[in-house]
């Protein structure tokens, strides 16, 4: 008889990984720390070992996980912001299910620390009021990612395959956040 393998250690990113598995294919409503713990084959109070407040905590991390982005500095201001803009919008759209969370959880931890490190990188590129230019940067993405999942049919029961990835958002994303960059230059 073959040797059992050893369980995997619960770690805070495995509970994270499996929080955003659940909530990109079944939604965020069907996230509880019950079915979480079926999924990593854990009670569910093994969780709140790495998680002491829970579900909020565990919210808290989702919303941190897809929204704390960084890039390094680039060779002027827009093109680090063009980084963070694209980089921002790929991890939310990889995570649809908890795009919710990303747009209605203040910055904090880690997501205070990337919005900070990102004006300081618009300021330090030479652009006047970086703080100001970081809030429109982040309503733009996170606008337009949310208006791209529901065009997608993510979040509707009859669709049996959302679209994952659209040329027509892509150009559309790429022609407003131009235009964005202008507006901020002046």
Not at 25 to 40: E, I, K, N, S
């Amino acid at each position: 008889m073959p040797a059992k393998r050893p369980p995997v250690p619960l770690s805070r990113e495995r509970i994270i990984e499996a929080a955003l598995h659940i909530a990109d294919t079944q939604g965020l409503r069907r996230l509880t720390m019950r079915r979480l713990g079926d999924a990593l084959q854990v009670e569910a109070m093994a969780i709140y070992h790495h998680l002491p407040r829970g579900k909020e905590a565990l919210m808290d991390a989702l919303a941190e996980h897809v929204t704390a982005v960084h890039v390094e500095q680039a060779a002027t201001w827009q093109d680090t912001a063009r980084a963070w803009c694209r980089a921002s919008r790929e991890l939310l759209r990889d995570h649809p299910g908890v795009l919710a969370l990303a747009l209605t959880k203040p910055p904090k931890g880690g997501t205070a620390v990337a919005v900070r490190e990102q004006t300081e990188q618009l300021a330090d590129g030479g652009l006047d009021d970086a703080a100001e230019a970081v809030r429109a940067l982040r309503a733009y993405v996170f606008g337009s990612v949310a208006v791209e999942v529901q065009q997608s049919g993510w979040a509707d029961p009859e669709v049996d395959e959302w679209i994952r990835r659209d040329e027509r958002a892509d150009l559309d994303f790429e022609r407003g956040l131009e235009a964005l960059l202008r507006g901020l230059r002046t």
